[in-house]
């Protein structure tokens, strides 16, 4: 079982949908969690981190379910510019260091 | 606006030869991840580094890769000898202080093609 697991999609949603992506994480020990977005040929960027207690950012809604080891992000309004691929990033932080273990990503298409 | 310089940013080589990739961190950055992306296997970790010295390269094939820093503003991921199953972009990112590694900032990505 990977570590982080995401549904592949595509999502192809029109202009001003709404569209939700989830992901699990298998460590149930983990202790931050985030959103990166990954642009066509491009690098990922940090979206936006995922509190316990959920967290907004404009459009933007992440939600964390530690009992059931979920990650959500729920994008309202959907413009052109929200496609991309959503990566779910999970930092264990086991070991003495830690690092971030990324999934495989979401891609959303969004159109006229 | 700081970022995370990588070169070069396309690489075709043949099978056999030797390919080094660098990177330079956003200025005071004390962490710096070296990934690789395939579509298969998605972004993997190869090795990381804090204030130069390495804390994990785990995820890097021992016998034909090597990843050095050799000042703070210079980091390094050399393959010797490539093969074609290393095709894949390989990113750089670069983090600061106790958030190091959860805010990390990548660079545009080394491009390789190994024929």
């Given at each position: ?16 949908a709404t ?84 999934g495989a ?8 | ?45 190869l090795a ?68």
């Amino acid at each position: 079982r990977k570590e982080v697991e995401q549904d592949p999609g595509p999502f192809n949603v029109p202009e001003g949908a709404t569209v939700a992506f989830n992901c699990t994480y298998s460590n149930s020990a983990s202790q931050s969690f985030f959103w990166y977005r990954q642009d066509c040929r491009k690098e990922p960027k940090l979206l936006m981190s995922v509190y316990s207690s959920g967290n907004e950012d404009g459009r933007f809604t992440a939600q964390l379910n530690r009992a059931s080891q979920y990650i959500s992000l729920l994008i309202r309004d959907s413009k052109l510019s929200d496609s991309a691929t959503y990566l779910c990033v999970v930092n264990p932080r086991t070991g003495g260091y830690n690092k971030l273990i990324f999934g495989a990503g979401t891609r959303l298409a969004v159109h006229p | 606006d700081a970022r995370v310089t990588q070169t070069p940013r396309h690489k075709v080589t043949e099978m056999g030869q030797e390919v080094t990739m660098r990177c330079q961190p956003i200025l005071g950055h004390n962490t710096v991840f070296w990934y690789r992306q395939t579509m298969m296997q998605g972004l993997e970790l190869l090795a990381y580094f804090r204030n130069r010295a390495p804390l994990d390269d785990s995820g890097m094939p021992k016998d034909r890769f090597s990843a050095e820093m050799p000042d703070a503003t210079l980091a390094t991921l050399k393959i010797q000898p490539s093969e074609p199953r290393d095709s894949a972009v390989y990113f750089c990112a670069s983090g600061q202080g106790p958030t190091s590694t959860d805010t990390q900032y990548f660079g545009p990505g080394t491009r390789l093609t190994v024929l």
